[in-house]
């Protein structure tokens, strides 16, 4: 995403985890659909979590004992009042380490 608003193209979309299908080059799933969603209902170029998949990044984060890999997402996500369609939402989001 950070090489793509460098060229000029700044580009939205959401991470969710979970499972989903891959054939060929389609992909499909419950997980796919929500990060879609996500992603068209921001009113920001940028990267958030969904709701699940920040639950899931944050309780990964409590059970580790690796402080480089907590230091780590610390520092690539972080809390921001995300402008959404309809609204503002406090959105895991995603930042970029130059």
Known sequence: MTTMFE?????KGAID?????????CFAGKTIVNAYH????????GCVLTPYASDQVK????????????????EILFEYLTPLKGGKEKKLTVIHLP
């Open 59 to 74: 309780e990964a984060l409590q059970n580790v004992n690796d402080t480089d890999l907590i230091l780590f997402f610390d």
């Open 17 to 25: 985890c979970g499972q989903f299908f891959v054939k060929d080059h």
């Open 38 to 45: 996500l992603a068209n209902n921001l009113e920001l170029s």
């Open 7 to 11: 060229q000029g193209l700044p580009v």
